[in-house]
């Protein structure tokens, strides 16, 4: 607990996971004061994101005294998505959305700018321009802070009118002014720059969804298409390029097995495998220092793991140390002075919400910032075991076991929790608050990564196209199976739970395996999948081509939506949603509650109008948890909320 230590003036409490005990439910829904902390090009201040109830702010403290000097937030359910340090004065920060607790933040598109001190507040970007007199929808996205540049960065815009474009532009961060000094081959492009800032590489999708690549030499070239999914079936993206230029760094799908990052000689076309995990795709990309340099990559399986290109380099040997000295710990450099001499980085593992630490590359010494959450005692939380097993048709699956600390694996009360998403999706190695909470009411908590989750490749992410509540739903009862053969679980006492996709699978498992869960809960969860169909197949033609895709055709979705199977499940049900969400509307929950109480299950709700994608709230978070734990108490035997 020493070590974890907040700063001065604010207290610490120990939460002990006891099995069936009551669980205080305020560590889990007090919220942290920082997220996200980086360090200014000269040291002189902190730049940190701070979490509200219903949005983000960003709050900018002088290093010397800790004294708050500046603080910007949007209105509600805004959130900063990134910021960055211009020069050692200016930040630019990037905004984005987020209706519910649940939602995935999605950009606005808008960028603003501060100043250290405070002074200079100003949007840089709003989301309407002006085309031939009337409002035009636009974005704008990050693409390069350009070093030795204090004035300028280059972004990326994307317009919405009848002749939609994006391009790359220069922006002045200080009076506004823009630059057009690259146009994309094609719309809703992501773009690559070098270290000289020049823009090289562009990657999207056409309109079918399928991803293409290109690149050109400079400023004066054409682009030329590298790749195209129609013709390749797999996809590639840039991640950055060396500091001379010469060559890329890309992530490039395999047809089998994971994503390798490879490099790419731009003057002959040569590629060279750099980096592959057997088991799972690059995580996240390492950058030298806070450089825009690809150096290496994080993978995540059993815990977060770091591969560098060179392993002699200067930056992999800092990282090694770290890990040596934080064991058990994943790390995580946020950033750096412009001169290297100090540097930010963040500790966290399965146990440990996080901490951020002050390291002098001079003296070697790492000094703590701040530990998020530091109400959480590692010593009391329980750690995360990673489980591998084969689906009935022989596919390999991984995940996640929650054990309470303490008790042995066996014959235990256990919750099953599908994740969201589902595409692309998965869950991952770290401190996760719900698998906690029911871990202290002595629940084990399984967690699998089923066919369409993200983190295993381009095949296993295929594998799930059109299979909700078919392959996709007999991979988590697989999962439980096993859970039960392993004898982890007693079978008599398993429910399931989940939210979004997850409440979804929740209801889908009991439909579709009356007999193997005791009771299920759906928490923002879509049921009637036919609807959602006709929805989302509104927005657009990719969203149509998308829904074709991976949901199927509309005509068969009654089959598998839990709206339709109600008839068939036996166990209870607690339903929750939120009347403003636009992911899950409430229907879908209003569909299921009906259905259920014709088929005579026994159904218990709680919506809150609201509420959006997932509860903010503290009371309304509160209430729900509330009753989630009675409701599992009263089917499985475990604790309840103090």
Same mark, same amino acid.
């Given at each position: 607990?020493?070590?974890?230590?907040?700063?001065?003036?604010?207290?610490?409490?120990?939460?002990?996971?006891?099995?069936?005990?009551?669980?205080?439910?305020?560590?889990?829904?007090?919220?942290?004061?920082?997220?996200?902390?980086?360090?200014?090009?000269?040291?002189?201040?902190?730049?940190?994101?701070?979490?509200?109830?219903?949005?983000?702010?960003?709050?900018?403290?002088?290093?010397?005294?800790?004294?708050?000097?500046?603080?910007?937030?949007?209105?509600?359910?805004?959130?900063?998505?990134?910021?960055?340090?211009?020069?050692?004065?200016?930040?630019?920060?990037?905004?984005?959305?987020?209706?519910?607790?649940?939602?995935?933040?999605?950009?606005?598109?808008?960028?603003?700018?501060?100043?250290?001190?405070?002074?200079?507040?100003?949007?840089?970007?709003?989301?309407?321009?002006?085309?031939?007199?009337?409002?035009?929808?636009?974005?704008?996205?990050?693409?390069?802070?350009?070093?030795?540049?204090?004035?300028?960065?280059?972004?990326?815009?994307?317009?919405?009118?009848?002749?939609?474009?994006?391009?790359?532009?220069?922006?002045?961060?200080?009076?506004?002014?823009?630059?057009?000094?690259?146009?994309?081959?094609?719309?809703?492009?992501?773009?690559?720059?070098?270290?000289?800032?020049?823009?090289?590489?562009?990657?999207?999708?056409?309109?079918?969804?399928?991803?293409?690549?290109?690149?050109?030499?400079?400023?004066?070239?054409?682009?030329?298409?590298?790749?195209?999914?129609?013709?390749?079936?797999?996809?590639?993206?840039?991640?950055?390029?060396?500091?001379?230029?010469?060559?890329?760094?890309?992530?490039?799908?395999?047809?089998?097995?994971?994503?390798?990052?490879?490099?790419?000689?731009?003057?002959?076309?040569?590629?060279?495998?750099?980096?592959?995990?057997?088991?799972?795709?690059?995580?996240?990309?390492?950058?030298?220092?806070?450089?825009?340099?690809?150096?290496?990559?994080?993978?995540?399986?059993?815990?977060?793991?770091?591969?560098?290109?060179?392993?002699?380099?200067?930056?992999?040997?800092?990282?090694?140390?770290?890990?040596?000295?934080?064991?058990?710990?994943?790390?995580?450099?946020?950033?750096?002075?412009?001169?290297?001499?100090?540097?930010?980085?963040?500790?966290?593992?399965?146990?440990?919400?996080?901490?951020?630490?002050?390291?002098?590359?001079?003296?070697?010494?790492?000094?703590?910032?701040?530990?998020?959450?530091?109400?959480?005692?590692?010593?009391?939380?329980?750690?995360?075991?990673?489980?591998?097993?084969?689906?009935?048709?022989?596919?390999?699956?991984?995940?996640?076991?929650?054990?309470?600390?303490?008790?042995?694996?066996?014959?235990?009360?256990?919750?099953?929790?599908?994740?969201?998403?589902?595409?692309?999706?998965?869950?991952?190695?770290?401190?996760?608050?719900?698998?906690?909470?029911?871990?202290?009411?002595?629940?084990?908590?399984?967690?699998?990564?089923? *066919?369409?989750?993200?983190? +295993? /490749?381009? &095949?296993?992410? #295929?594998?799930? !196209?059109?299979?909700?509540?078919? @392959?996709?739903? %007999?991979?988590?009862?697989?999962?439980?199976?096993?859970?039960?053969?392993?004898?982890?679980?007693?079978? *008599?006492?398993?429910?399931? +739970? /989940?939210? &979004?996709?997850? #409440?979804?699978? !929740?209801?889908?498992?009991?439909? @579709?395996?009356? %007999?193997?869960?005791?009771?299920?809960?759906?928490?923002?969860?879509?049921?009637?999948?036919?609807?959602?169909?006709?929805?989302?197949?509104?927005?657009?033609?990719?969203?149509?081509?998308?829904?074709?895709?991976?949901?199927?055709?509309?005509?068969?979705?009654?089959?598998?939506?839990?709206?339709?199977?109600?008839?068939?499940?036996?166990?209870?049900?607690?339903?929750?949603?939120?009347?403003?969400?636009?992911?899950?509307?409430?229907?879908?929950?209003?569909?299921?509650?009906?259905?259920?109480?014709?088929?005579?299950?026994?159904?218990?709700?709680?919506?809150?109008?609201?509420?959006?994608?997932?509860?903010?709230?503290?009371?309304?978070?509160?209430?729900?948890?509330?009753?989630?734990?009675?409701?599992?108490?009263?089917?499985?035997?475990?604790?309840?909320?103090?």
């Amino acid at each position: 607990m020493k070590s974890r230590m907040r700063w001065a003036g604010l207290g610490l409490l120990c939460v002990a996971a006891t099995a069936q005990a009551q669980v205080d439910l305020e560590p889990f829904l007090k919220r942290d004061m920082i997220s996200a902390l980086k360090i200014s090009p000269t040291g002189e201040y902190y730049a940190m994101t701070v979490p509200m109830e219903d949005r983000t702010a960003l709050s900018i403290l002088r290093r010397s005294d800790r004294k708050l000097t500046a603080k910007v937030s949007g209105v509600k359910n805004s959130l900063i998505d990134d910021f960055w340090w211009v020069n050692s004065e200016r930040l630019v920060i990037s905004m984005a959305e987020k209706f519910g607790s649940e939602d995935q933040p999605g950009l606005t598109g808008e960028l603003h700018g501060i100043n250290a001190d405070g002074s200079d507040s100003r949007r840089l970007f709003a989301r309407f321009g002006v085309g031939g007199g009337d409002p035009v929808p636009m974005a704008a996205f990050m693409v390069d802070t350009l070093r030795g540049d204090d004035n300028n960065v280059l972004i990326s815009v994307r317009t919405f009118d009848k002749n939609p474009v994006t391009r790359v532009e220069k922006l002045d961060v200080y009076t506004r002014k823009r630059v057009r000094v690259a146009t994309a081959p094609l719309r809703g492009a992501r773009f690559a720059s070098d270290a000289a800032g020049v823009v090289r590489f562009a990657q999207g999708a056409d309109n079918q969804n399928n991803s293409k690549l290109y690149y050109r030499e400079d400023d004066k070239a054409e682009w030329r298409l590298l790749n195209d999914e129609a013709q390749s079936h797999r996809r590639e993206w840039p991640l950055g390029l060396s500091e001379d230029g010469a060559s890329a760094y890309l992530q490039a799908e395999n047809n089998e097995g994971t994503d390798a990052i490879v490099v790419m000689d731009l003057a002959s076309g040569s590629r060279t495998e750099k980096l592959r995990d057997p088991a799972v795709d690059p995580y996240a990309v390492i950058h030298d220092r806070s450089d825009w340099i690809p150096i290496g990559a994080f993978f995540m399986h059993e815990r977060v793991q770091t591969r560098f290109f060179d392993n002699q380099s200067k930056t992999a040997k800092l990282y090694r140390t770290l890990e040596k000295a934080f064991p058990g710990n994943a790390v995580h450099v946020t950033s750096s002075t412009a001169d290297g001499k100090l540097l930010v980085f963040r500790t966290w593992s399965d146990t440990s919400p996080g901490d951020y630490y002050l390291y002098d590359a001079e003296d070697r010494r790492a000094d703590l910032i701040f530990s998020q959450r530091s109400w959480f005692d590692p010593e009391h939380m329980a750690p995360l075991r990673a489980i591998e097993l084969k689906a009935r048709d022989g596919l390999t699956l991984r995940g996640y076991l929650t054990v309470p600390r303490g008790a042995e694996a066996k014959n235990l009360p256990m919750v099953v929790v599908p994740h969201g998403g589902p595409y692309g999706v998965f869950d991952e190695w770290g401190f996760d608050d719900e698998a906690q909470m029911l871990s202290q009411a002595g629940y084990a908590v399984l967690r699998v990564n089923f *066919r369409g989750s993200g983190n +295993y /490749g381009r &095949s296993f992410l #295929g594998a799930g !196209a059109r299979e909700w509540g078919l @392959k996709m739903q %007999d991979d988590v009862t697989d999962a439980t199976r096993w859970a039960v053969a392993q004898q982890i679980a007693d079978p *008599r006492r398993i429910c399931i +739970y /989940g939210a &979004s996709y997850g #409440g979804y699978a !929740a209801l889908a498992g009991v439909s @579709k395996e009356p %007999d193997l869960y005791r009771c299920a809960v759906g928490y923002v969860g879509v049921y009637d999948l036919t609807m959602m169909h006709r929805v989302e197949s509104r927005e657009s033609t990719s969203m149509r081509n998308w829904t074709a895709d991976w949901l199927g055709e509309r005509d068969s979705l009654a089959a598998v939506s839990p709206t339709s199977n109600a008839a068939r499940i036996k166990a209870p049900v607690f339903l929750a949603a939120g009347g403003e969400d636009e992911t899950a509307p409430i229907a879908h929950s209003k569909r299921m509650e009906k259905a259920l109480k014709s088929a005579g299950v026994p159904v218990e709700t709680l919506y809150f109008d609201t509420e959006g994608h997932g509860f903010y709230t503290e009371p309304h978070r509160r209430e729900f948890y509330t009753k989630l734990l009675d409701f599992l108490s009263r089917n499985l035997g475990g604790g309840k909320a103090k």
